[in-house]
């Protein structure tokens, strides 16, 4: 009875360590899930590249398991191991069990670190450079725009930093770092030859892009940092080797701390006076012999640097074959003066690469070691200085001292995104991935303006002969577009019809025969098209012609099937071009201006003046800022957007 009673506890207490191990897979899943969707695109590499690290983690606790488990109901691994070396068995077992620990630890700092890495990569240096590009992609014409940008780049000699003071870096305000971005963008806008850049480069979005493949590549932690890591710990395994104490691993983990502070302040200073280097400057700031061939901003000023000789860190005697292998698989060679403002000549960025990644490692086992192991020690030491809350403070403060080390590094990431993605260092490809990215939606918001429009003519051309019948007496009085019945034109529309109604019924769930903005939102969705916020808000207003703020199968049909056709293959954007083109020029002036759309749509009984998509429109087609856009200009933008469209 008494094992029959203990087996009934053994398998209650199985299945609930079953239903644990799925709950927090779930939650695990669910995490990542959310991570996902709240990631925006560029940084889904980052995402990825966590869950790679993350498996490696749970590789190596699967492995420190593995060595506790009894091999033929015998000894396991460890114990064996015990007995060969210490001739006890359970000697080795607490210090595994202390490294599965580590383990665990270092994986729950590794995503709290990666979050805050996303956070301070996506929203809060995001945020700064996206408003600095909003400064930059000011409308209006070339010797504006160029006054403007000087006046935003001019600093005080006072604010400038030309020696790279990390303190005045770290004190700069605002203004300094927005002069310093708009130099930067100036001058890689003009100096990049293949492909030519416009002045509205999105500049900040390529940055964007390689601070993903920054950050991503930091996450991924490579043999050679693990062989660093491996070189450290033995330095200290070294030093403890004569005898292991609480107060001795205690010394050696402050002086870790420490170690770690330090990397992480200097390789900042490094990578501050680097961007320094690279800032441009303004003619102003020249001599006189440079100022008249220089447009907004000059070449950087680079301070040479002593160049990095392979042969003076090989031991002599090395064969040249050796040598020469080495300098390969290294990938060595003389570097340009911007590879060697790093140092070590071409292999400078990398190496920089490398000692950021590592001291953002070190800093999460440091954090780690303290909530795994040393946090007893740490309290202690604080109680001994004060009182036991003292103690718990002081352990705060450490804990606080890590997240400032991590976010330092994170900083530094950032400038060195900056600094490895300009001048001699400009990753051509991603260039003109952004231009092609840039051009796409460029095509894709005209052909959905252009869609927008031609609903609106087609509407002004119903009035027109509404107006004509009722001249006539065919039609009653004030009859709006919204009474028109849609009637579709071929077999295809009919069955789009027939489906869209479909939808409509599922959805109009109390059948008035309307839907609500919140209800057109989720049939859009059912339709693949996902709709937010402002660009809901458009298309419901485009919907709406009556004001009622709900949206009949009428009006859904006239927007939804006359967008298919017009996205179709059959419909030429240039000929409908045309038409809006006459529609708006009705003085036959060969021209038009943003007045006189909303003019025209003025005709229609509706107040279009606070359609800012259509202002929008119109400053992409008047490329110039002289506030009219011949018919050439029209059409030549219209051609090369039905281009990019094929």
């Known amino acids: 009875e008494e094992e029959e009673a203990e087996a009934a506890v053994k398998t209650r207490w199985g299945f609930a360590f079953v239903t644990i191990i799925i709950i927090f897979s779930v939650a695990f899943e669910s995490g990542v899930e959310v991570l996902r969707e709240k990631v925006p695109e560029d940084l889904q590499e980052v995402v990825s590249a966590l869950l790679e690290e993350l498996t490696t983690l749970g590789f190596l606790g699967f492995a420190f398991f593995i060595t506790t488990v009894p091999i033929g109901g015998g000894e396991s691994l460890i114990e064996r191991a015990s007995m060969y070396s210490l001739h006890e068995k359970e000697a080795l077992q607490e210090l595994f069990e202390g490294l599965h620990y580590l383990v665990f630890f270092v994986s729950l700092s590794f995503i709290a670190c990666t979050v805050l890495g996303l956070y301070h990569f996506h929203w809060t240096g995001n945020a700064a450079w996206g408003r600095y590009e909003q400064l930059a992609n000011a409308k209006c014409d070339e010797d504006t725009r160029a006054k403007q940008l000087t006046e935003l780049m001019t600093l005080k000699p006072e604010e400038w930093n030309p020696e790279g003071s990390l303190w005045k870096e770290w004190c700069k305000p605002d203004h300094v770092s927005q002069a310093e971005y708009l130099r930067i963008r100036t001058r890689f806008i003009y100096s990049c030859e293949e492909p030519k850049l416009s002045q509205d480069f999105p500049f900040h979005t390529y940055l964007q892009k390689r601070a993903s493949e920054v950050f991503s590549g930091m996450i991924k932690i490579t043999a050679l940092d693990w062989l660093a890591t491996w070189l450290l710990l033995s ?201 092609r990215d840039q051009k796409f939606q460029k095509c894709q918001k005209a052909i959905d303006m252009l869609f927008t429009l031609n609903f609106y003519m087609q509407q002004m051309k119903w009035l027109e002969q509404q107006a004509k019948e009722e001249a006539a007496g065919a039609v009653t009085h004030g009859a709006t577009p919204r009474s028109a019945h849609f009637e579709p034109k071929s077999e295809e529309e009919k069955k789009a019809l027939a489906e869209l109604e479909e939808l409509f019924n599922h959805f109009d769930e109390d059948n008035s025969g309307n839907l609500s903005p919140h209800e057109v939102g989720e049939l859009l969705a059912t339709m693949g098209t996902r709709l937010h916020g402002k660009e809901l808000d458009n298309l419901i207003k485009l919907m709406d012609k009556d004001g009622s703020g709900d949206i009949s199968l009428d009006e859904l049909a006239n927007v939804m099937l006359s967008r298919k056709k017009m996205q179709s293959k059959d419909v030429k954007l240039s000929d409908v071009a045309e038409d809006l083109f006459r529609m708006f020029d009705k003085e036959g002036k060969n021209e038009i201006s943003l007045e006189q759309m909303f003019a025209t749509f003025g005709s229609m009984g509706q107040n279009w003046s606070d359609m800012t998509d259509v202002k929008n429109f119109f400053d992409v087609l008047d490329a110039d800022g002289g506030g009219t856009v011949d018919r050439d200009e029209f059409m030549d933008f219209i051609a090369d957007v039905e281009a990019l469209a094929k």
């Open 235 to 435: 330095l200290f395994f070294g030093v403890v080797q004569e005898g292991v104490t609480a107060d001795r691993l205690l010394a050696l983990y402050w002086f870790l701390l420490i170690m770690i502070m330090a990397l992480t302040i200097l390789l900042q200073a490094k990578i501050v006076w680097v961007k320094q280097q690279l800032v441009p400057r303004l003619p102003s700031e020249m001599q006189s012999s440079a100022r008249l061939s220089q447009k907004l901003v000059g070449a950087p000023v680079y301070k040479d640097q002593s160049t990095f000789n392979s042969s003076t860190y090989l031991p002599k005697g090395t064969p040249p074959e050796i040598a020469s292998f080495l300098k390969s698989a290294f990938n060595y060679r003389l570097g340009t003066k911007h590879e060697r403002l790093f140092w070590f000549s071409s292999l400078g960025p990398s190496v920089f690469s490398h000692l950021t990644r590592l001291s953002m490692f070190w800093s999460i086992i440091s954090l780690a070691m303290l909530l795994s192991h040393h946090m007893p020690g740490v309290v202690h030491l604080g109680t001994r200085l004060g009182n036991i809350w003292f103690g718990y403070l002081f352990f705060v403060v450490i804990i606080a001292v890590h997240v400032i080390a991590i976010g330092v590094v994170y900083v530094s990431a950032r400038l060195f995104t900056l600094c490895t993605s300009i001048e001699q260092i400009t990753d051509e490809e991603l260039v003109s991935e952004v231009v």
